[in-house]
């Protein structure tokens, strides 16, 4: 699959409606899944997402059934029961539309991935909103310089999140989340609360790059799945096995949703 299919508001997308979108100012907010025989994990966390941003931006809920039919409805138009698919709702505010694009299947590469450190956060972090320039201009940047990817910091150097991630820490008993504002991306819903039954505790609290040192591996998460860190600027990260072994299971073994409900 090259092009990517779209559907918007469950019509295919012709040319006269794909300017829709690029007249609504960048205002609105989306969901990200890899889908696998029509199914995805964390089903339930993308319609939640969906759902509470909608009322944010907008006022009204959204009818998450709707759109989960609309997902069904775009795979089967695409041909595709393994893909990944972006759901966006935009505006005006008094119409919200949803937008359903389906492109190929993607993996989170198995390399130890490489963090440029830039000063910046997202706005209203916790809403996965359109218009993300500084992410992909702090992207562009760091692969300019050799990095898989940015790593968003504020103030004194605290760590929020990548770019397109969420990161971890392992400081030898738990896996340490940064407490900090930042979007709770749909692998890290799944995969925290499950850590547990696997013999890993879980926190969150602040991490800073002056206070690296105090950790022995790291590992980032999307929707493409989870990847060790191997450095930060500078500072390399060993590739811990076991810990990557355990995560991987813990996340892996996470039931997969039936995105079609009959």
Do not use: C
């Not at 100012?25 to 989306?30: C, L, P």
């Not at 990548?162 to 400081?171: E, M, Q, V, Y």
């Amino acid at each position: 699959m090259t092009l990517p299919y779209v559907e918007i508001d469950g019509r295919p997308a012709d040319a006269e409606n794909l300017l829709v979108p690029a007249l609504t100012g960048g205002y609105g907010h989306f969901t990200a899944m890899q889908v696998r025989d029509g199914r995805v994990r964390g089903l339930a966390h993308h319609l939640t997402r969906l759902d509470r941003a909608n009322r944010e931006l907008f006022g009204p809920a959204l009818d998450v059934q709707r759109v989960r039919s609309l997902i069904a409805r775009a795979l089967a138009g695409s041909g595709q029961t393994d893909a990944s698919v972006r759901v966006y709702v935009y505006g005006p505010a008094e119409a919200p539309t949803p937008m359903v694009v389906v492109k190929g299947p993607a993996e989170m590469p198995s390399t130890a991935q490489s963090l440029l450190s830039v000063p910046y956060e997202r706005p209203v972090a916790h809403i996965k909103h359109l218009g993300g320039f500084a992410q992909g201009y702090y992207s562009r940047l760091a692969q300019r310089q050799g990095f898989s990817e940015a790593l968003l910091t504020g103030p004194g150097g605290v760590i929020a999140e990548g770019a397109i991630t969420n990161i971890a820490f392992w400081d030898g008993t738990s896996v340490v989340w940064p407490d900090r504002p930042a979007l709770l991306g749909i692998t890290k819903a799944v995969l925290d609360p499950r850590l547990a039954a696997y013999g890993l505790k879980s926190t969150h609290r602040e991490v800073t790059l002056a206070g690296l040192d105090a950790y022995s591996a790291a590992f980032v998460t999307n929707a493409r799945g989870i990847a060790p860190v191997g450095r930060i600027d500078e500072r390399a990260f060993a590739v811990d096995a076991e810990l990557m072994k355990v995560v991987w299971r813990a996340f892996e073994e996470a039931p997969w949703d039936v995105i079609d409900p009959g």
